[in-house]
């Protein structure tokens, strides 16, 4: 049973950080494309940042610059490292999985994480 655990939100200032970190258990963590997306209140689900097993990184415009995706396949853990939070940061922030075996893709999501920035 694959399963995604996010931790690490919650409510931070305007100009904060928070790290985002989401636990995968029952893939091979090591070959899958990781990333996070996020839902803010009324819109739709939108990404935030990917990174592959090669450890190529792709983000959002809107969070470049101040977001890092980060993985330590030795934990089977990827991290979101979300600097200069502005309040349009505000969102549900989900951890994805996605491997493409040349037949079919693989795609789970965690159960996400409310971040607030609020001051």
């Known amino acids: 049973q694959v399963q995604l655990v996010e931790s690490g939100g919650g409510l931070v200032q305007p100009g904060g950080s928070l790290r985002l970190s989401c636990a995968a258990s029952?893939?091979?963590?090591?070959?899958?494309?990781m990333g996070w997306y996020r839902q803010p209140p009324g819109k739709t689900r939108e990404l935030v940042a990917t990174?592959?097993?090669?450890?190529?990184?792709n983000y959002g415009d809107s969070v470049k610059g101040r977001f890092t995706i980060s993985r330590d396949n030795a934990k089977n853990t990827v991290y979101l490292q979300m600097n200069s939070l502005k309040p349009e940061d505000t969102a549900v922030y989900y951890c994805?999985?996605?491997?493409?075996?040349?037949?079919?893709?693989?795609?789970?999501w965690g159960q996400g994480t409310q971040v607030t920035v609020s001051s």
């Open positions: 029952g893939i091979i963590f090591s070959i899958y494309t």
């Open positions: 994805n999985a996605r491997l493409f075996n040349g037949i079919r893709t693989y795609d789970y």
């Open positions: 990174i592959t097993s090669g450890r190529s990184t």
